[in-house]
């Protein structure tokens, strides 16, 4: 079975960034809402090892499900680009899913910047082809003190421009 290894390299209450790598995958972010202690919709999972499968969800469409997460469900790799914190005022795009982007960047929300991930649609195309209709394991490692956000080589980080089109909220 494949692996990819998501490494969370940073987490405000915007959301939290990391990377997704494997072997043949091009490096993908993904953002994540903060760690709120597991909460159902409100928190990133916890690190660790985890299946993930095909799914056919009724509101995202083709996507991919994490499963086995301990006391959480329904919990996706799905398009969307916010995940910030909505009890602290921030947008979101994700109620504890995955969002995978080509780039990293900001996004206007609200009247303000938000972290974001960007061309989203793209990377969950390209994560889905990379999985290729199987089951693979996720392995999600969480930062530790020492070290520096990473930069996926060749990614860049961009500012969206102030019309483009946000994903609704979930």
């Not at 940073?10 to 202690?37: A, C, K």
């Not at 969307?80 to 005022?89: C, S």
Request: glycine letters at 12%; one cysteine or more; hydrophobic letters at 35%.
């Amino acid at each position: 079975m494949q692996r990819a290894i998501l490494r969370r390299e940073h987490e405000t209450d915007q959301g939290t960034l990391g990377v997704l790598s494997g072997p043949g995958l091009s490096p993908t972010w993904i953002m994540e809402p903060p760690w709120r202690g597991n909460r159902r919709n409100r928190s990133c999972i916890p690190a660790g090892l985890y299946e993930v499968v095909p799914h056919l969800s009724p509101r995202h469409r083709r996507c991919l499900l994490v499963t086995q997460v301990p006391g959480r469900s329904h919990i996706l790799f799905h398009a969307g680009n916010l995940g910030g914190d909505v009890e602290r005022g921030w947008h979101t795009h994700t109620q504890g899913c995955l969002l995978p982007g080509l780039r990293r960047g900001r996004m206007a929300a609200g009247g303000r910047r938000q972290a974001a991930v960007l061309a989203s649609r793209t990377a969950l195309r390209r994560l889905m082809d990379w999985a290729a209709g199987r089951p693979f394991e996720l392995e999600i490692v969480a930062p530790t003190g020492a070290r520096k956000n990473v930069t996926p080589a060749g990614a860049r980080e961009e500012i969206a421009p102030a019309g483009a089109q946000i994903l609704s909220r979930r």
